[in-house]
């Protein structure tokens, strides 16, 4: 099956997951009867329908979502991706995670998530700002720095951030512009972005693996791993993990899948995609197989680093690794993890495993609040505290209840938000 299918077929999936998963480590830690009726249900759904013109003249009407899950902890925060999948069920979804992984890095957000449902690579650049453009205006007062702050996520890019930051800006009156920089993170460093933003998410990746080679006595050279997705996440944790001494042996895509048992370079293969609007298609150093096998090649790692509902009942009897680190959101679904947890595979559950992208957001934000520069050595080392604090707390608290990384993740976030809601209670 095309990984295109497997979305398609598992749209409504994430949210059904995610409740799972949320009931589970509900029921582990007790969490209060109130506190959980309140955390399962999403504060605000915003949805809207714009026109745009298209470059042949066409108008065309575009649906974007916007979901803000909670914000007990501060703003809601989280990112838009441009996909087909992208409906209220996924946003519902993947809002709820963002509320679980910010509570659990220990930042002062809550958590949303939204984006445009269409195939962003059948539209020009200038359609694409035009559609993005019109969508930030249609989301007007629903976004804003110290209310909701959007960011990158699947098929958006810096780029579209800075689109968004100046269209919010440019609706502002002239004496506050300035002051609405990090109404989104994820901007090019000209316009405000963080150096080391753009590798957050795939350097916060490899180091959760570095926390789970220390904390299992594993050395990552020599170990074999393999990557679905080549996009951001998926380039940069190959690039961080090649580093580390571990060796890129396959790489699945929506246009294909690959293999080179000898190491296939990260940085070769980046360059490619740049050529091939992103895609690994026709990649000159590796060998195409059916897609089909890619969950089978024994390997040492496998970091899903694209959507969601990829490792199901359907192929998890494949699957022939030690270490599956979810680069993506919402790539297991919860009946393949009990059999890769019986069969003793570890899991860095994505809400810990992808965090890096949101701390670096965070660092971005406090750096335009304060209107200064900061350096990427600096960021890094920031990330990667903050990454392995949430990796060793999330492992004292696996011992404590006796269960799954997931959960354990699951009960750090959901003790933090509860502890919140019994301080301040419930107004009125
Ligand atoms: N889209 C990323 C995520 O799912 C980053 C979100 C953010 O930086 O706000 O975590």
Not at 286 to 293: H, L, P
Request: glycine share 10%.
């Amino acid at each position: 099956m095309e990984v295109k299918e497997v979305n398609a077929a598992n749209k409504k999936g994430m949210y059904e997951n995610v409740m799972r998963q949320f009931d589970h480590a509900a029921d582990t830690m007790s969490l209060s009867p109130g506190i959980r009726k309140i955390l399962a249900s999403t504060n605000n759904e915003i949805v809207v329908h714009f026109p745009v013109k298209l470059d042949n003249g066409e108008i065309e009407v575009f649906t974007g979502y916007r979901v803000q899950h909670n914000n007990a902890l501060g703003p809601y925060k989280g990112g838009l991706r441009y996909h087909p999948t992208v409906d209220i069920d996924a946003a519902r979804a993947l809002a709820m995670w963002m509320t679980w992984k910010t509570a659990l890095a220990g930042l002062p957000y809550g958590g949303g998530k939204g984006g445009i449902q269409l195939n962003p690579k059948i539209y020009s650049n200038s359609e694409l700002e035009r559609i993005t453009r019109r969508f930030t205006f249609a989301l007007g007062e629903n976004i804003g720095p110290d209310h909701d702050i959007p960011a990158p996520d699947v098929n958006t890019n810096a780029q579209i951030m800075a689109w968004i930051s100046d269209t919010y800006s440019s609706t502002k009156s002239t004496s506050i512009r300035q002051k609405n920089l990090h109404v989104v993170t994820g901007k090019p460093v000209g316009s405000g972005g963080l150096e080391g933003r753009d590798r957050a998410t795939g350097f916060g990746v490899v180091s959760t693996i570095k926390s789970w080679a220390k904390a299992h006595n594993q050395d990552l050279n020599g170990k074999r791993f393999i990557v679905q997705g080549f996009g951001n996440v998926g380039y940069w944790a190959s690039y961080f993990l090649e580093k580390e001494g571990a060796k890129l042996i396959a790489v699945q895509d929506a246009s294909g899948t690959m293999i080179n048992k000898n190491g296939i370079n990260p940085d070769e293969l980046n360059a490619h995609c740049t050529e091939t609007n992103g895609s690994i298609s026709a990649f000159k150093n590796a060998t195409f197989i059916d897609s089909e096998e890619f969950f089978g090649i024994e390997c040492d790692i496998i970091i899903p680093a694209a959507l969601g509902n990829q490792i199901t009942m359907d192929n998890v009897d494949k699957i022939n690794t030690k270490l599956i680190a979810e680069g993506a959101n919402g790539p297991l679904d919860t009946e393949a993890e009990k059999v890769l947890l019986e069969k003793g595979i570890d899991i860095i559950p994505d809400i810990l495993c992808n965090s890096g992208g949101v701390i670096g957001s965070y660092y971005e934000w406090l750096q335009n609040k304060r209107s200064e520069n900061w350096k990427m050595d600096d960021v890094l080392n920031l990330i990667q505290d903050k990454v392995s604090t949430a990796y060793f707390k999330t492992v004292d608290m696996a011992k404590l209840h006796s269960t799954d990384m997931r959960t354990a993740a699951y009960v750090v976030a959901l003790t933090r938000l509860e502890l919140t809601y019994k301080e301040r209670g419930v107004f009125p």
